[in-house]
């Protein structure tokens, strides 16, 4: 990291004084990320002075690395004719993605810059539903014929159009534009010059419709380790494609999203600063939730408190009974959320009797240590049966619950991390303090 400090501090310098050439030699050697980092480090008037430097076709692939802070700033601070040929010439689903998150002024500011041909292509594609295949594919890459032969494709690839999102894959049509096969470039290049495409290719390729869910796109990429997925219409014309970064994108938000409703953080997609005052609103509404679902907690103990006050000692217990039920109760929420987003077909009443036989195993080992402690420490068998059955009937319900919990909800179409950490250890605290007051109400009394 200090070698590239050094290096940028360098590079701050040739970009000022406006060395062109010296400034190229060097900028060019960096990976694109790196490039983006070091447009970001710039100062505001020095941003200016990259239309200078870089050509438009350059920028605009440097444009695809950054971060949306740094691509608003380009588009406020380079020149606009410079602007307008580098946005134009940036991939399609950057493009979407970049102005999806813009306000609606800023987004008409952009449109202004775009030439009749793409303003039409994301237009439409700004419409697709969000969160779907077609929310997320490029319209850019290269198909081929079936009709033509090995050698007519790679000549006509050496002058293909540099933006053609990939070349790993070269999909099959026919003169309609209907999708008919996949070939790889590697089965290409070592067929013989005059073979024909409809005899080398795969007629059974993989492919999503517009509609597929993001989520199954990137499933089915993993399952099947592609590196794109064509997306095809009902009458199987090719529309686009789907490719492995776009979902590793997908996958990265995915489970931030997850991750956040796990924690019990609310948190809104415009809310991309972590301010103070953000973060206080993101984790908020599940505390006031919370604190609601606390007060049963509380009743019930109300209700129990003639137990409680007969047999103080079971005060000492509580902690530890409701902890252990939260903790395993978010263990198996844990397992449960993400066998369903790993689609995981196992069975649900077998997985369920798998959950609950290793949640008694826990139950049954936690139950004897803690009778064991609690007849050393008050010297009294039945305090320390009630404290040891209610642990372990404790500890295998949560089980139950926090596995079987996220599942109902899938089951209702509701989004299975909302059964999130707090929810589920309130539920698992709230059976608990049942159990354990009713046996010692039972037992003691």
């Avoid at 998150?101 to 775009?114: A, I, K, P, S």
């Avoid at 997306?231 to 014309?237: F, L, S």
């Avoid at 489970?255 to 956040?260: G, R």
């Avoid at 798998?354 to 803690?370: D, H, N, P, R, S």
Wanted: aromatic share 8%.
């Amino acid at each position: 990291m200090e070698n590239k400090k050094l290096y940028f501090d360098e590079m701050f310098k040739l970009v000022k004084n406006k060395k062109r050439d010296e400034f190229r030699k060097e900028f060019l050697k960096l990976h694109e990320r790196d490039q983006a980092d070091f447009f970001h480090e710039l100062y505001p008037e020095n941003k200016r002075n990259i239309s200078e430097l870089l050509l438009p076709d350059e920028f605009a692939e440097l444009f695809e690395y950054m971060d949306r802070e740094s691509q608003w700033e380009s588009i406020k601070t380079l020149p606009e004719l410079y602007l307008a040929k580098s946005i134009n010439l940036v991939a399609d689903n950057v493009l979407v993605e970049f102005i999806d998150g813009l306000e609606e002024n800023e987004q008409e500011e952009v449109f202004g810059l775009l030439n009749t041909e793409n303003f039409a292509l994301v237009t439409t594609l700004l419409h697709n539903d969000s969160e779907t295949a077609a929310a997320i594919m490029t319209t850019q890459f290269f198909t081929i014929n079936v009709e033509d032969t090995a050698d007519k494709v790679i000549n006509t690839l050496r002058g293909m159009n540099p933006k053609s999102e990939i070349l790993f894959y070269l999909y099959c049509v026919d003169d309609k534009n209907h999708l008919q096969g996949v070939v790889s470039l590697r089965d290409l290049l070592l067929s013989p010059v005059d073979s024909i495409i409809k005899d080398l290719m795969n007629k059974y390729p993989v492919y999503v419709s517009p509609e597929t869910d993001q989520e199954e796109v990137a499933k089915l990429i993993s399952d099947y380790d592609l590196l794109a997925i064509p997306v095809v219409q009902d009458d199987n014309v090719l529309l686009g494609i789907v490719t492995v970064d776009d979902v590793m994108d997908i996958m990265e938000e995915e489970f931030t999203e997850d991750f956040h409703k796990f924690s019990g953080i609310m948190k809104d997609d415009k809310d991309e600063d972590d301010t103070i005052l953000s973060m206080a609103k993101n984790r908020l509404p599940w505390i006031i939730i919370l604190l609601f679902l606390g007060l049963i907690s509380a009743k019930l103990i109300g209700h129990f408190e003639e137990t409680l006050s007969q047999v103080v000692a079971l005060a000492a217990f509580m902690p530890i009974i409701l902890d252990s039920a939260g903790n395993v109760g978010t263990q198996s929420l844990a397992v449960s959320v993400r066998r369903l987003t790993l689609g995981d077909e196992e069975k649900f009443s077998s997985a369920l009797i798998k959950e609950l036989v290793t949640g008694a195993i826990i139950g049954v080992v936690a139950g004897a240590v803690i009778t064991v402690l609690s007849l050393l420490m008050y010297g009294d068998k039945m305090l320390g049966l009630v404290v040891g059955v209610s642990l372990g009937v404790t500890l295998s319900l949560s089980t139950v619950i926090g596995y079987a919990v996220p599942k109902i909800f899938n089951r209702l179409a509701i989004d299975p991390a909302v059964a999130s950490g707090p929810f589920i250890t309130t539920l698992c605290d709230t059976f608990a303090l049942i159990l354990y007051f009713g046996l010692a109400t039972l037992l003691l009394i």
